[in-house]
C-alpha cells in the first residue's frame, strides 16, 4: 500500500500545475485523501482534503478559489488542480490517505500513509 504524487515541476504565476495522488487501498480508516505542502523553513500545510465516498471537499484558506480536489475512483487516483498559482505556492506538496478528522487537524493517525512528495516551484 503506497502513494505516488506526480506532476509537480515549474510554473509562472498566475499559471496552472496538476498534481496527481495514486493509491493502491483505502478502509474505513482512511476516508479521505488530503493533499498537503511544506515550503522551507515553514510548518506544513493543509491544502484541500476529499472524502473518497461521497466526495466531500475541504480547502485551506490561501488556495479556496484557485485550487480543486477531485478524484477518480475507476483510476484511484486523486487530483489537485491548481490555478492562479503565486509565488508563495512553491513547496513540496504531499498526499496523504488518513481518516478525515486526521487531515482536516493537520495531523497523522498511526494507519495515515503517504507519498514521497512532488515539488512545485512557482516563478515570475
Known amino acids: 500500500v503506497h502513494l505516488v504524487e506526480t506532476g509537480g515541476g515549474l510554473a509562472q504565476a498566475g499559471g496552472s500545475l496538476t498534481l496527481s495522488c495514486a493509491f493502491s487501498e483505502t478502509t474505513f480508516t482512511r476516508n479521505a485523501m488530503g493533499w498537503f505542502r511544506q515550503a522551507p523553513g515553514k510548518e506544513r500545510e493543509f491544502v484541500a482534503a476529499?472524502?473518497?465516498?461521497?466526495?466531500?471537499?475541504h480547502y485551506g484558506g490561501s488556495v479556496k478559489g484557485r485550487f480543486t480536489i477531485s478524484r477518480d475512483s475507476a483510476k484511484d487516483t486523486v487530483y489537485l488542480q491548481m490555478e492562479s498559482l503565486k509565488l508563495e505556492d512553491k513547496a513540496v506538496y504531499y498526499c496523504e490517505a488518513d481518516h478525515e478528522n486526521y487531515i482536516l487537524q493537520c495531523k497523522r493517525s498511526v494507519v495515515g500513509l503517504w507519498g514521497q512528495g512532488t515539488r512545485v516551484t512557482v516563478s515570475l
Open positions: 476529499i472524502k473518497f465516498e461521497r466526495g466531500d471537499t
